[in-house]
Structure formats: C-alpha cells, structure tokens
C-alpha cells in the first residue's frame, strides 16, 4: 500500500487576540454607523429582493441541490448550445419522438447503426464483457445466526432493563413464538446487557434511589403504579414480539460489556494501552466486516488514529484525496466517544440525501452497541434534543440542523455533553451561506466549550493553515488512494493522459477506436457513444453534463445508438425498475426514461423527485442500471461510483470549470472494493484547451469566510444568536468572538475597506436600528462606557424562527396583516403566509396558467387574493400580454402565484398532476414543498415568541405536518423512518405494515419477498432504522415519566428536613 505520501504537520496555532481597550470601543461607533434605512426601503420595492439573494440557497432548506447551482442553461457557451440543440433538435424529429425504445432500436440499429455499416468496435465487444457482476454487495451477508438455547433472554429495547427480571420469569411460554422471529433479532438483544452491564458498571438504579430518598411516600407508591402499567404493557408486548438468543450470544454480549467498560477505564486512565479495537469492543471490528466489508484499516488510517494528537483529543483537520477512505476514521473516533467517553456527538454532512445514507448506515451499528442515532436534516430533528441519561446520541445533521441543534444545546446549557463534532467536506466552508452557517456552528463551539473535539475531513483543501488557526487544530494529511484514478484528457480524437511530469501536463495516450457514419458523427460530435461502450453495462459510467437539459438529451441521444444487445442486459430488472417508477409515479412515467432505461440509462438530476432519485440510485448501485447522465448533483451527492467518468465539457452551467469541482466529480471513478481502476475523460474542444490545462495543473482553490458576504445570512444572523444565546453580550467579548472565526483569521485578506471592529460596530447598529437589538450605555468610570446589548422580542422571535434577517421585518407586517382578517374557509391564506420569501423569484408564473387556476378559486379564496392585492383583471390583462400601467409589488404576485401551487398540492397531493397543471418540473414542485415545510415551521417558532402571533401557532403546527408529509395520512408514520419516501412507503403500507412498530418488528427476509425491488441490504436498513427510531421514542418517553416523578432538587422539604437526614 502506497504511504509515501504520508506526512503529519503539526502548526497549532496560539492565536493572539488583541482585544480592544475601552478606549477605542468608544470611539469607533460614530464613524461606523449605517443606514439601514436603504435595506428598509429595497425591501418595499418590487423586485428588488431578487437581487440580493440570488444564487443564493435559502439557510433553511438543507440542500439537496446541485452542489454548484441550479442552472439550466448554457446559452453563452455556443457551441455546447449549437449540440445541445442539435440533440434536441434530433429527438424531435417526428420519427424519433413517437417511437418507443424497441422502434427507435430498430430504426437506429437496423438504419444508422447497420446500413451505414456503423461499426462501434466497442458495441460489437459487448458479448465478450458480458461475464461479471459489476458490483458485489458487501452486506449481503446474514446475521448471525441464533442458536436455540434452554436459557432464555429477551430481546428488550434498553428503556425497559428495569422490568429485566419479571420479563425473565414470564419467558418459558415464548419459545416457539420466537423461533418464528428469529430476525428480531440478532441486533437489538446486545442492547439489553449493554445496558445491564452499564447498569452494572455506573448503577443508573442508584441515582434513582438517590434522588428517591427524598421522595415522599406517596411519590414512591404512584411511581411504583406507573412503573407496574408500563412494566405490564411492555412485557406484553415483549411476548408478542421478541425472539431468543443462545447461551452463546449472551456470553457474547456480555464479553462486549466488559470491553466497552476497559475501553473506557482505559481511555480515562491512559492513552497508551488500547483496547481489543482501537479502544473499542472487538465488537466493532465484526461489524465493519459484517456490514462494510472491511478487513482490515489502511496503513494510513491506522497511522491517523494512533496519532498523538489524536489520542490527547486535540482538534484535528485530516485531507485525503476522494475514496480514500476519510469516514472509517472519523467514525472510529466518533465510537470512542459515544462508547468510551460516554459523551454525545454531532456529525455534520453536507445533504439531506448524505445525512440519510450515514443514518441508515450507522443505525445498525447503533443497535449492535447501545446509542443512538437521531436524523438532523430537513424537517426531522428536536430542539433542544431530548435528554438521555444511559446511552449517548449520534447526531447526524446537514450544516443547517447542525447550527440549530448546537445553538439549542448552547441555551439550554448541554453544550458540555457534546464531545466530539465531525464536519465532513470541510471546504464547504467556503460555499456562501451555507459555509458562513458552518463557520458560525463551529465558532459558538470552540468560545463555549474546549472541551468539545472537532474533526474536520477533505479531499479538497488547500489553504489548510487558516483553518487550522480558526479550528485550533493539527492537520494530518496522506496522497493514498486505494484504486488507482487516471485521468484523461479528450480532443478531437485524441485520448491524452494527465501527467503532471510531462511539460504542459498531459501526454498522447491513444486515438479513440471508432468508425462513426457520417450521422452519428453529427449526432454525437464529442463521441460519447464510442466512450461509454467502452465500460457498459458491465462497468458503470457516469456521463456529467452542464445543465439538466443536457443530461436528458445525452441520455436519450446515446441509447439512439446503442446496439439492441444492451435491451437483453439485465432485462427483467429494469422491467421492474420501470414497473416501479410507474408506480412511485401514480400511474406516472417519465417518457425520457421510459425510453432510456430498457438500455441501463437514466438521466439524474434535481428535476426528479427524490423518491424517483432514490429509486434510480439503488438501481444503479446494484448495477441494473449502468449509465447515469448527471449533474453536478451526483459529485457531492449520495455515494455513486464509477469504472469511469466522463465530464462532457469543462463547465457547469455557464461557468468554467473550478478545480474543487472537477477533483469532486472525477473522483467518483474507481472506488474502493468495487473497481480496480478508475479513469476520468474530460472532453474540450480546442478553443478551452489552455484554460483545461491551466485547470489541471494548477492548485486547489482556497477556501473564505462568507460571514461577511453574506451579511443578513452571515454575520447579522450570527450577532442576533450571539446575544440572544446570551454567548457574549457587549461590545468587546462580541469583538473578541469575531476575532477567534475564520473571518478573524481571514480578515487581512477579506476586509479592505473596513476594519473587523468597524465591521462589528456597524453590524451592531444596523440590528439595532432594525429593532432586533437595545443597546444598553454602562457607565464604568468617568471616562469609561461599556456597550451592552440584549435581544428585542421581534429579534428574538427572528433568531429562534432562523428567519433570514432580510425578510424578518416584511415578515412581521405581513403576519400583523393577516391578523386583520385571516380568511380560514381554505388552506390559501395560510399557506401565502408561510410561502418562503427567497424562493419568489425562482420561479416566474406561467400567466395562462395563473389566469386559469385564478377563474377557479373558490369564493373564500379569492377574498385571499384581494387581501393581498393581487386582481383577477390584473393577471387577465398579464395573461393576454396587455400593458399595465399600475405599479405591482411583482414579489406579491409571484408569491401568491407560489401559494396557488402549493394549495393544489394540498389538495391533491400528487406532485406529477400539479406539475402538468402548471407545467413546472415535478423535482420544482417538490422543493418548493419542502421550502415551504421548512419555512412553515420557521414561522411557527417566529410566532411562538411573540404574543400578538398566539393565534397563528395552533394553525402552523397543523399545516407544517401537512405540507411535510403532503402524502395520506396513513402513510405518515412509516416516512418517519430515514429513508422511507413516499413510494416504498406505499408499498409497505399496501404489504400491511401500517406503522413504525410492524416495521422494526419486520423480518428483511419477508420483506423482501413481499416488496417488489426491496434489496436485503435496503430491507435491513430499514428495519433497524425503524427499531432504532422506535426504541428512542420508547426512551423519550420513559424519561419523560421519570422526569415528571423526580423530585425537584429545589424542593423546599429537602433542605428544610435535618432530622429526617440524621
Ligand atoms: N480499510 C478499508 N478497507 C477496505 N475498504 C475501505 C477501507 N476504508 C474505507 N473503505 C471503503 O472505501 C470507500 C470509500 O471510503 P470513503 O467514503 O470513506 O472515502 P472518502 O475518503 O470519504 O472519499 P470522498 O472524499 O469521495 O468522500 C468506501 O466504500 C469504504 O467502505
Ligand atoms: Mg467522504
């Protein structure tokens, strides 16, 4: 294994903070005031909010976005345009557009491909690849098995350890009930002597006889009641459903308690000797084999895990190139602290789609070893997390979830419970917003807690000393790779390899192997039909194109030119993968993909609905599908490797290609246990060529602090949370803060203008001016004043919603408003309230169509509509292109037009039939309902803090639930489980498992004979993802009840009592 690269620097910075005197806090205010009065005023224009946030993705929605945008169009870049519609052009020929796959097979196969004796010498080898699978599950093995044994334990979730021995009493009756049960299971039954072991090692009963000691009589008795109800329900229903496991397995567990326990002695008391597995139950060590394929760690990983550094738990920064196996030592770390140090951890991903990979993941894992594991993104999460007392949480969170749920444990004084934060994609620091939310996250926690561990990981890092003096970290970094990636270069004919030896950087490597007739050279000018036969179907590809226009074309322009061969390749299982799209579909089916997938080809990007999404990557993951055609989606995305990747030109969208993104996309090539190798071409065309050179050989791009670019999103947001966590509240620890963020580190090179202290006073007085802040005077001495601030209910009720500032005050006016006379006969007037502010200019009305749903509305809600000042005649004379003289708030408009499709969705609740009604793509409509649920509830906490609002809360919790499962409500308890969507929800719930508790009673293996395209890898994962949800929800609740009969350590009685101590 290659460890040549290997290096450890070390560069912890003591950071100097030169905090200012009095004096100079004094003197700046004055020549740092601002006027806030223009961002007032720009508020009130029409249009005028679209110039401020555009590009920009809204901080509330956790993106599922494309990672560089979400554009498309290239109209600029010429001749991408003049192919791009050239291949438009071509699928719109009458011929070609009517056919489905079998005719246009015919067509092209029999005219172009035969007649014109068009020989793709790679099409004609297709036979002789035939042979292998592309991909081996890894985790498809089966649990161990469970012996049947005389001595009986039952598999109990751990909030009933209490009840242990009765359950143990009952059991001889269980027997056969159990061996028909046997896959619930070999997981959750650890969890029972984890917890009897720790119950054993920190005596939790004692703490309860502790504190009962105080406790009256009655208490105990009442107490005792509840505890015998619940003792007998839970026994009930332990006999109903929980299988036995041997003598042998429960030896097992308890080996496993005991090296959970010397691990931990072990940690506390030295960093040298370690545990069976890093300080970890050898247990662990299985379940990487078992669930990850994972022999044995790379010489790297152990190198970083044995780190000095690491083991004194200083923060630590770690960049490795793509796939070089970065996560198994985060993970590590994150096990010791969960188990070992017993203290929480956040994990901090950059996608919804990402954060429910890892939970699924993980869940299993969480089950096996005792903690939890909670999902932090989109609209799953609980603020402030729900306390535990025995087993520690993994917070698993997108950057947005993740700055929530640290800002609530920082208020409700838990922060000291968090040890450990791992950030993956580190880099993502630097990505507007949402790098100014990660910046702020991780600058709370270094000023309110040192003691919290820090990770951060990267492929691609490049000004890494920055970060390391914002984090206080040491930085560990390593060239391996496990598969080795080439890249290549492609133009004209010529295939050039990379080489960073060679003098310009590449050299000639060969000359692509084709011989096109003269139509499919104008059909496929970049010759992606000769590149991708070269690797499908048996080896997967992934074609990256600049829109999502382009992917569909290109998706549909290859499988014109592909032999009927590629139909027979694993035919029954896309038959099914299309059976099953239909069906997620209602009824409904993409006719690009309808023609493209008999071929193994899809198209992927955020066009499509996530459960279409999900259900094409586990198609492609399992190989059924071997060629996606994507966006840049697919570089930061869900895990989706390739034999190869081809980058079809070096742009996204309309901007050249940045190195950062061309690294993240071509790493997806060749990953670990799947490929043996990996290969990238990227296609230019003559005129790029210099500036593709200088791309490949030039370094990484640094990474900046958006806090101040971003402004209302960035540092005004932060300054709000700042004083209402009450985390520092005058002048100077406010500028001592900024000065520990990495625009402290970075302001020599970002602040040109102004200074980081007039900065600071400025963002001050501008909140303040707004209402959201009081500034309190503090005279000290005669010549000295302090500066204090405290939050306003208005800033308040905008921190706690996380309401951008740029709209909290248009927010405040237009719920006053509503106050006036909120129309309640229809969901309309609600949901315009809720429609967020920043997606309005994301979509412009279609005005035909505006005009048509308006002549539908109800009598109520066109009431809405005249409350908020938009007319029927006013869209009538917009529809029939007339010109209108009045002066529109065009932001109004757009947003009631938003309203308008979001009430159909209510209505209906099918995203295809909404998107053919107003002809916007079905992946627009559900992001906009995601926006909207997301919004929705930042409103809802926005009204909670002020009282005037009491009468919106009751309302909003209703229509938060309904725009956030816009599916029937039957289904709404199974989507609770990670990575259950609307589709699989269906069928499961049509297979008759109508809730969380028949899921994680479920058997995988019947599940997957009943579930059409379940794989038993998805199967599992969604059986211990619903157990591990359940068993949380038991817990939750079990010490809510523990909670309500604890005496409060005020209680007077206690201190009042000597005698009864004595
Ligand atoms: N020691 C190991 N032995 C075998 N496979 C491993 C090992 N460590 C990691 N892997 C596998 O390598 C693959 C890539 O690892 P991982 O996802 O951690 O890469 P990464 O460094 O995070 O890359 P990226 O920057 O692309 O996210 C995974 O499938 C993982 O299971
Ligand atoms: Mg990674």
């Not at 105990?220 to 299988?243: E, I």
């Not at 561990?453 to 003096?469: C, P």
């Not at 322009?557 to 099953?580: A, T």
Request: with cysteine.
């Amino acid at each position: 294994m290659d460890e040549g690269g290997s290096r450890i620097i070390r560069r912890v910075s003591l950071r100097k903070r030169n905090r200012p005197s009095l004096g100079s806090v004094c003197a700046a205010p004055a020549a740092a005031e601002l006027k806030p009065g223009n961002v007032e005023d720009e508020e009130m224009v029409a249009g005028s909010r679209r110039r401020k946030t555009v590009g920009v993705q809204p901080v509330e929605y956790d993106s599922e976005e494309d990672m560089f945008g979400d554009y498309d169009s290239f109209t600029e870049n010429s001749f991408l345009a003049q192919v791009d519609d050239l291949e438009q052009k071509y699928m719109q020929l009458p011929e070609h557009r009517e056919h489905d796959t079998d005719l246009a097979i015919e067509d092209l196969c029999s005219e172009s491909i035969k007649d014109s004796k068009l020989n793709i010498t790679t099409v004609d080898n297709f036979t002789a690849l035939k042979t292998d699978e592309p991909t081996k599950n890894q985790c498809g093995q089966e649990d161990v098995a469970i012996e049947p044994g005389t001595d009986l334990l039952y598999d109990v979730p751990s909030s009933q350890v209490l009840y242990f021995e009765n359950l143990q009493n009952s059991s001889n009756d269980w027997g056969n009930q159990f061996t028909k049960e046997k896959d619930w299971n070999s997981s959750s039954h650890q969890t029972v002597n984890e917890e009897l072991s720790h119950s054993c090692i920190e005596q939790p009963q004692q703490n309860d006889q502790s504190s009962s000691e105080v406790r009256t009589s009655s208490d105990t008795t009442r107490r005792k009641s509840l505890k015998d109800h619940l003792k007998s329900t839970m026994t009930g229903n332990a006999k109903a459903q929980t299988p036995v496991f041997s003598k042998t397995k429960q030896l097992k567990e308890t080996l496993l308690s005991e090296e959970i326990n010397v691990a931990k002695k072990t940690l506390e008391s030295s960093s040298d000797d370690r545990g069976p597995f890093y300080s970890l139950p050898s247990k662990v060590r299985d379940l990487y084999v078992q669930f990850k394929g994972i022999e044995k760690l790379y010489e790297w990983q152990h190198t970083c895990l044995t780190l000095n550094s690491v083991q004194e738990r200083k923060n630590l920064i770690y960049s490795l190139p793509t796939s070089g196996g970065k996560t198994l030592v985060a993970e590590i770390l994150m096990l010791q602290e969960l188990l070992c140090r017993r203290k929480d951890v956040l994990m901090i991903l950059p996608y919804v789609a990402i954060v429910q990979e890892k939970i699924s993941g993980l869940s299993t894992f969480g089950m096996e070893l005792g903690f939890f594991v909670e999902e932090y993104a989109g609209s799953k999460g609980r603020f402030p997390p729900v306390k535990r007392r025995e087993k520690k949480s993994l917070y698993i969170a997108t950057i947005e979830k993740g700055h929530s749920l640290v800002n609530s444990l920082i208020e409700t004084e838990r922060i000291s419970n968090l040890g450990l934060v791992v950030v993956d994609e580190l880099h993502m620091i630097g990505a507007g917003s949402r790098g100014a939310v990660l910046e702020m996250t991780l600058a709370k926690i270094l000023y309110t807690n040192k003691t919290t561990q820090i990770i951060g990981m990267s492929a691609t890092l490049n000004n890494v000393e920055d970060l390391q003096e914002f984090l206080q970290a040491e930085y560990y970094t390593n060239q391996f790779r496990p598969v080795e990636l080439k890249e290549y270069l492609k133009i004209n004919d010529e295939i050039h390899e990379v080489d960073s030896k060679a003098e310009n950087g590449i050299t000639f490597s060969r000359l692509l192997n084709y011989k096109y007739s003269d139509t499919l050279k104008k059909m496929d000018p970049d010759r992606l039909v000769a590149l991708v036969t070269e690797v499908i179907p048996n080896y997967s590809c992934l074609v990256f194109c600049p829109t999502k226009k382009n992917c569909e074309n290109v998706a549909e322009m290859i499988c014109k030119f592909l032999s009927k061969e590629y139909l027979k390749h694993r035919e029954k299982e896309k038959c099914e993968v299309i059976k099953n799209l239909k069906n997620i579909g209602g009824g409904n089916l993409c006719p690009v993909l309808k023609r493209t997938i008999p071929f193994g080809v899809a198209y992927h990007h955020s066009g499509l609905t996530s459960d279409e999404r999900k259900l094409l990557e586990e198609a492609y993951s399992t190989g059924v599908l071997c060629l996606f055609t994507c966006t840049s989606t697919l570089a930061a995305g869900v895990n989706l490797p390739a034999r190869r990747v081809i980058l079809r030109a070096p742009y996204v969208a309309k901007e050249f290609l940045k190195r950062n993104q061309y690294k993240q996309m071509i790493g997806r090539a060749g990953r670990a246990g799947i490929d043996t190798v990996g290969e990238s071409i990227l296609i230019l065309q003559e005129k790029d060529k210099q500036q593709v050179l200088e791309l490949i050989n030039s370094p990484l791009e640094n990474c900046y602090s958006h806090l101040v670019q971003e402004f209302t999103k960035g540092i005004q947001t932060l300054f709000l949370s700042l004083i209402g966590l009450k985390i520092a509240t005058n002048l100077s620890d406010i500028y001592h803060f900024m000065s520990g963020t990495f625009l402290g580190v970075q302001q020599k090179i970002l602040l040109k203008e102004k200074s980081l202290w007039e900065i600071t006073v400025e963002s001050l007085s501008y909140l303040t001016e707004k209402g959201l802040l009081q500034k309190d005077t503090i005279r000290k001495a005669e010549k000295e004043v302090e500066y204090n601030f405290h939050i306003t209910k208005l800033g308040r009720a905008s921190f706690k919603g996380m309401i951008d500032l740029a709209y909290c005050g248009i927010l405040y006016r237009d719920l006053k408003k509503g106050l006036e006379g909120l129309v309640l006969e229809s969901l309309l007037h609600l949901i315009y309230l809720i429609t967020p502010y920043d997606m309005v200019f994301l979509y412009d009305p279609d005005w035909m169509i505006y005009f048509r749903q308006f002549s539908q509305l109800s009598p109520a809600e066109q009431k809405v509509a005249a409350l908020v000042g938009v007319s029927e005649s006013f869209i009538g004379k917009k529809a029939s292109g007339q010109a209108i003289k009045k002066k529109v708030d065009k932001d109004i408009v757009n947003r009631l037009y938003l309203s308008f499709i979001l009430n159909t969705l209510l209505k209906e609740t099918n995203i295809w039939s909404v998107s053919e009604k107003y002809n916007m793509p079905r992946g627009y409509i559900q992001n906009l309902l995601t926006g909207a649920a997301s919004f929705s509830s930042c409103v809802l906490h926005f009204c909670e803090e002020l009282e005037e609002f009491w009468v919106y809360r009751a309302l909003l919790v209703e229509l938060t639930k309904k725009l956030t499962y816009c599916v029937k409500a039957e289904l709404i308890p199974l989507m609770e489980v990670t990575g259950v969507l609307e589709g699989r929800a269906k069928q499961l719930y049509n297979a008759g498992y109508k809730s969380l508790m028949h899921l994680a009673n479920a058997n995988p293996e019947v599940l997957i004979k009943t579930v059409d395209h379940l794989s038993r890898r998805q199967a599992k994962q969604i059986v211990s993802s619903a157990k591990m949800l359940l068993l949380e929800k038991a817990e939750a609740l079990q010490e809510e009840v523990e909670e309500l009969l604890r005496l409060p350590s005020d209680f007077p009685d206690t201190v009042a009592s000597p005698i009864e101590k004595a």
